[in-house]
């Protein structure tokens, strides 16, 4: 089993920033990748960003330069860094954690974290 916790949202002005934190624990072993993925209100689950197994990151095109996806391996902690926030950033904001184990494949979500930006 996997646990996820994510931290960091809140209520920001346009144009501010964010840092969201997604801290796993439990039985972390053959990770493929973290993701970021946002939800807002009416909308479908949008991948934001991702992070994989062996390190390599990218980030959706529509939010390139504006976020930026990290880890920090010793922590089990995946970062979202959000710069130049806008209104439609407005979402919530879920980590997902995918493995491989014995062939098969396992997912598991965070709770959310709540981010609004206000104009």
């Known amino acids: 089993q996997v646990q996820l916790v994510e931290s960091g949202g809140g209520l920001v002005q346009l144009g501010g920033s964010l840092r969201l934190s997604c801290a796993a624990s439990?039985?972390?072993?053959?990770?493929?990748?973290m993701e970021w993925y946002r939800q807002a209100p009416g909308k479908q689950r949008e991948l934001v960003a991702v992070v994989t197994g062996d390190g390599n990151t990218n980030v959706s095109d529509s939010l390139k330069g504006r976020f930026t996806i990290s880890r920090d391996d010793p922590k089990n902690t995946v970062y979202l860094q959000m710069n130049s926030l806008k209104p439609e950033d407005t979402a919530t904001y879920y980590c997902?954690?995918?493995?491989?184990?014995?062939?098969?494949?396992?997912?598991?979500w965070g709770q959310g974290t709540q981010v609004t930006v206000s104009s």
């Open positions: 439990g039985d972390l072993f053959s990770i493929s990748a």
């Open positions: 997902k954690l995918r493995q491989v184990v014995y062939g098969s494949n396992w997912e598991y």
